[in-house]
């Protein structure tokens, strides 16, 4: 599987934007999907998660309420829509996938366990 992060950008505080992540293979709906991101000099983190069938996610307590992620299978996509975007959403965010694993097991582990990643893009919220 490979993945392709876009939609990021700068926006002003208080803004939305919807980042997608295309995927590549036909066993795209066999795989959860996680968005991360990772702010200058900190780790990355995580910020969601869906599962395979879309009818479980699972949300960072810090963008719980603001963010929302979907995903379409039939187009190969996931989606994080953010919404009340603050300074501190500022980071690369990341897409990444999983096989068949519950979406709390994405939270816990974190960067580690996700079998796929794809490249950044930059999100920036002026303030």
């Known amino acids: 599987v490979q993945l392709q992060a876009s939609g990021g950008g700068l926006v002003q505080a208080g803004g939305s934007l919807r980042l997608s992540c295309a995927a590549s293979g036909r066993t795209f709906s066999s795989y959860s999907m996680g968005w991360f991101r990772q702010a200058p000099g900190k780790e990355r983190e995580f910020v969601a998660a869906?599962?395979?069938?879309?009818?479980?996610?699972y949300y960072a307590d810090s963008v719980k309420g603001r963010f929302t992620i979907s995903r379409d299978n039939a187009k190969n996509t996931v989606y994080l829509q953010m919404n009340s975007l603050k300074p501190e959403d500022t980071a690369v965010y990341y897409c990444?996938?999983?096989?068949?694993?519950?979406?709390?097991?994405?939270?816990?582990?974190?960067?580690?366990?996700?079998?796929?990643w794809g490249k950044g893009t930059q999100v920036t919220v002026s303030s």
């Open positions: 869906i599962s395979w069938s879309g009818g479980s996610t």
């Open positions: 990444a996938a999983r096989f068949l694993v519950d979406v709390v097991i994405i939270a816990t582990a974190g960067n580690y366990g996700m079998d796929y």
